[in-house]
């Protein structure tokens, strides 16, 4: 018996502190934290984020990827959560990623200019299919370029 794989998309306000060490240090430790849990529940994902906001795929069990998101919106480092998408798939985008960060090379920051210039990168201007495929493509870069 399969179980259903479900994918949630979402974004919120980012509420780290935005300069120092401190910043450095809670995104790592909300990636281990993440990439545990998400290992245990099996779930799989992406996260993108910068000094105004995160963007976020979860993919796995429905239950457990509900319990992933309602502890993300209980955490205080999250602001304004909005769901942009909740639904069944064939198939997981992200199925080596216990919990990717995407983003971080320079070629996605020379990327990144051209989206948030003609979005501000106002993520309520996204849908969850233009954000999933946006995370899904930073991750397939990300991929290339560590090979």
């Known amino acids: ?37 998400n290992m245990k529940d099996g779930i799989t994902g992406a996260l993108m984020f910068n000094a105004g906001c ?3 795929v979860l993919e796995g069990p429905l239950e457990q990827v ?7 919106q209980q955490d205080e480092r999250h602001g304004e959560v909005s769901l942009l998408t909740l639904e069944p798939v064939n198939a997981r985008s992200f199925p080596n990623w216990a919990m990717g960060f995407v983003g971080s090379s320079v070629a996605n920051a020379e990327r990144f200019a051209p989206i948030a210039a003609s979005s501000g990168f106002d993520l ?3 849908n969850g299919d233009e954000l999933h495929r ?11 370029l560590a090979v």
């Not at 995370?135 to 991929?143: G, I, K, Q, R, S």
């Open 124 to 126: 309520s201007r996204f």
């Open 54 to 56: 995160f963007a976020q």
């Open 66 to 72: 509900e319990a992933a998101f309602e502890r993300i």
């Open 1 to 37: 018996m399969s179980t259903s794989i479900y994918r949630l998309v979402y974004y919120s306000q980012n509420h780290l502190p935005a300069e120092g060490t401190g910043f450095a240090a809670e995104v790592e430790a909300i990636l281990e934290k993440s990439r545990a849990n």
């Open 134 to 144: 946006l995370l899904h493509d930073l991750a397939v870069e990300e991929e290339r």
